[in-house]
């Protein structure tokens, strides 16, 4: 792994952490915020994947 591709899983990090932090502030309910969390770690996820599989190739 190269600086870049560290500095983009960095990056993407720091934008889910701020889009928690909005989420947290804009939905009360849990079961909504619950949810939207989840929805986000699995995106997340599947782009550090996507990244992580082309540094291999």
């Known amino acids: 792994m ?3 591709e560290i500095m ?3 990056g993407i990090f720091i934008i889910l952490i701020i889009l928690v932090v909005i989420i947290n502030n804009l939905f009360s309910n849990d ?3 619950f949810s939207i969390t989840i929805l986000v770690a699995i995106i ?3 782009i550090l ?3 992580i599989n082309k540094s291999n190739k």
Do not use: E, P, Q, Y
Request: glycine content about 6%; aromatic content about 0%.
């Open 49 to 51: 994947r996507k990244t």
């Open 2 to 4: 190269d600086k870049k």
């Open 31 to 33: 079961i909504t915020r």
């Open 44 to 46: 997340i996820g599947l």
């Open 8 to 10: 983009t899983i960095v």
